[in-house]
């Protein structure tokens, strides 16, 4: 099963991603995780992204689409992706239509977090995760079960996004709703979306997602 889950920063999209790569053993294709390591790896095209992430724009079509192009071909998506922040402009979903076609694989759903933007900032202004396994929290609504410990592997450090902040929140709400929104009546014409409440609890939200997906 191949599907897209979309929504504002902060949606919940790699929250619930995670879920479904633990219980459907599906993959989870994050650009902002494979940005943020490229970032990470200090390579020119790295630096170019690490300026335009922190002022909470996009990074160019040119580069994702090459990025999802290289990844989606390998050998550990045959049994199913979820793209979580990929497409988020026309231009994306046209090639990533594209490149489907050429690769004879089937979107099966893409599935629109609605969530209001009054919440986000707060969503996204608890968050953290752990260094060592990447695991996310929330200083409210997803606690360490431990103070200090990470529940998945019992790391104990800790670490906050660098765009994380109230300004380039306020940025990346923008380009979501400038550039990625007009997604939705696209993939609204091609019979292929659905909504799901991401205002909703997290156990919740999975449980609406689920609902769509259907039975393992
Ligand atoms: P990216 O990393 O994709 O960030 P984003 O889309 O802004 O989404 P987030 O990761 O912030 O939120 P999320 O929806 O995954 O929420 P989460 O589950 O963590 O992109 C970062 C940047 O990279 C972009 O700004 C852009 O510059 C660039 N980029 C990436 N892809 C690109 C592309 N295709 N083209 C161009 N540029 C690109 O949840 C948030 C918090 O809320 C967590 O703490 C969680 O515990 C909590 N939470 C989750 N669900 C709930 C709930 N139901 N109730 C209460 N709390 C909840």
Same mark, same amino acid.
């Given at each position: &099963?191949?599907?897209?889950? &979309?929504?504002?920063?902060? /949606?919940?999209?790699?929250?619930? %991603?995670?879920? !479904?790569? $633990? =219980?459907?053993?599906?993959?989870? !294709?994050?650009?902002?995780? &494979?940005?943020? /390591?490229?970032?990470?790896?200090?390579?020119?095209?790295?630096?170019?992204?690490? %300026?335009?992430?922190?002022? =909470?724009?996009?990074?160019?079509?040119?580069?994702?689409?090459?990025?999802?192009? +290289?990844?989606?071909?390998?050998? $550990?998506?045959?049994?199913? *992706?979820?793209? @979580?922040?990929?497409?988020?402009?026309?231009?994306? %979903?046209?090639?990533? @239509?594209?490149? !489907?076609?050429? &690769? @004879?694989?089937?979107?099966?759903?893409?599935?629109?977090?609605?969530?209001? @933007?009054?919440?986000?900032?707060?969503?996204?202004?608890?968050? *953290?995760?752990?260094?060592?396994?990447?695991?996310?929290?929330?200083?409210? *609504?997803?606690?360490?079960?431990?103070?200090?410990?990470?529940?998945?592997?019992?790391?104990?450090? *800790?670490?906050?996004?660098? $765009?994380?902040? /109230?300004?380039? #929140?306020?940025?990346?709400?923008? /380009?979501?709703? %400038?550039?990625?929104?007009?997604?939705?009546?696209?993939?609204?014409?091609?019979?292929?979306?659905?909504? #799901? +409440?991401?205002?909703?609890?997290?156990?919740?939200?999975?449980?609406?997602?689920?609902?769509?997906?259907?039975?393992?």
């Amino acid at each position: &099963m191949n599907l897209i889950l &979309m929504g504002p920063p902060g /949606a919940g999209k790699g929250t619930q %991603a995670k879920r !479904l790569e $633990d =219980g459907r053993g599906l993959i989870q !294709l994050s650009t902002g995780d &494979m940005l943020r /390591a490229t970032v990470e790896s200090g390579s020119e095209v790295g630096q170019q992204a690490k %300026a335009i992430m922190e002022r =909470g724009e996009l990074v160019s079509d040119e580069i994702m689409i090459a990025m999802i192009r +290289d990844r989606i071909q390998q050998p $550990d998506c045959e049994n199913g *992706f979820i793209l @979580d922040g990929f497409p988020r402009t026309i231009a994306q %979903a046209e090639a990533l @239509d594209e490149m !489907l076609t050429k &690769m @004879d694989v089937r979107l099966d759903h893409v599935i629109e977090m609605k969530v209001d @933007d009054g919440i986000l900032v707060d969503r996204i202004s608890g968050r *953290f995760s752990c260094t060592s396994c990447g695991t996310g929290y929330h200083d409210r *609504f997803q606690k360490l079960q431990k103070e200090g410990v990470c529940d998945n592997c019992g790391g104990t450090e *800790f670490t906050r996004r660098k $765009d994380d902040n /109230a300004e380039t #929140v306020s940025s990346r709400l923008e /380009a979501y709703h %400038a550039q990625t929104a007009p997604l939705l009546p696209y993939y609204k014409e091609h019979g292929a979306l659905k909504s #799901v +409440d991401g205002m909703a609890d997290i156990d919740e939200v999975t449980r609406q997602i689920e609902a769509v997906l259907g039975a393992v």
